[in-house]
């Protein structure tokens, strides 16, 4: 990974950006390979994004690795990803670490083998006190599940005796959510040409923008990512208000 270097040509640049990582099934078989092949190649995609945010300054990456959903795909399909999560937890930690990068794993990781659980573990752990960018890695989760989870939650510590169930609102269950105390996600992507969020962070984007790509993941590179930039900044954020009123500088609303 090369070292990151600022970059001002990008007017503005998003805080938190969320991406569905999608294509590499259809990248190999355009290629007559098998899909284990494509998800190898998009590594090489997941490294050209995440040393993009380190140049860009970008302070939150949260990627979808590996949905509730895709349980149901083929079982070999399956036992290659969980080979290669293995691998490149492996190769790839310490030169993150290296990098000031923090992994976080978001999910039910419960459904994974004691050994990549006590690696995502490990890998946590390790990285913890790095700032340079928080890189979480969404594994086995789905938008409802986080939601379900934090009523979980929620429901357990108002039995406890911790709070009153009438004190629940948006803001305090926010803190069961995964990347609670996060940054907002700003701008979601998806590649491979999809027009649908499939239950990722169904909560946390709420106000965050969408752009859609044809680009299938193992073809995005920095180029890719400099237009999803530029479209985000095009993009008039109102949060509720008008359009005179973000342009008076009225301050932000919430609706």
Not at 79 to 98: I, P, S, W
Not at 145 to 154: C, E, G, H, P, V
Request: aromatic share 8%.
């Amino acid at each position: 990974m090369s070292s990151p270097s600022a970059s001002a040509d990008i007017v503005r640049a998003p805080q938190h950006l969320a991406i569905v990582m999608d294509g590499n099934g259809r990248w190999a078989e355009r290629r007559h390979r098998p899909r284990s092949f494509g998800h190898r190649e998009g590594q090489k995609a997941l490294r050209a994004t995440l040393e993009y945010c380190l140049r860009r300054g970008i302070k939150a990456l949260t990627l979808f690795a590996f949905s509730s959903e895709n349980w149901r795909r083929p079982e070999e399909e399956v036992g290659a990803l969980m080979q290669l999560f293995l691998k490149a937890l492996d190769r790839e930690v310490d030169e993150l670490h290296g990098h000031g990068v923090r992994i976080e794993f978001i999910g039910d990781l419960s459904a994974f083998s004691p050994e990549l659980q006590a690696r995502m573990h490990k890998a946590m752990e390790k990285t913890r006190a790095n700032t340079a960018l928080l890189a979480n890695v969404a594994v086995n989760y789905g938008g409802r599940w986080d939601i379900a989870n934090a009523a979980r939650l929620a429901a357990e510590a108002v039995a406890r005796g911790e709070i009153e169930a009438a004190s629940i609102n948006e803001n305090l269950l926010a803190r069961w959510l995964a990347l609670s105390g996060q940054p907002p996600v700003d701008l979601f992507i998806r590649t491979g040409g999809e027009l649908r969020i499939s239950n990722f962070l169904l909560w946390q984007l709420a106000y965050a923008e969408l752009v859609f790509i044809d680009t299938l993941w193992p073809d995005v590179d920095a180029a890719v990512l400099d237009d999803c930039l530029n479209e985000f900044t095009r993009r008039e954020r109102r949060f509720g208000q008008t359009s005179a009123q973000v342009v008076a500088g009225s301050g932000q609303g919430v609706a």
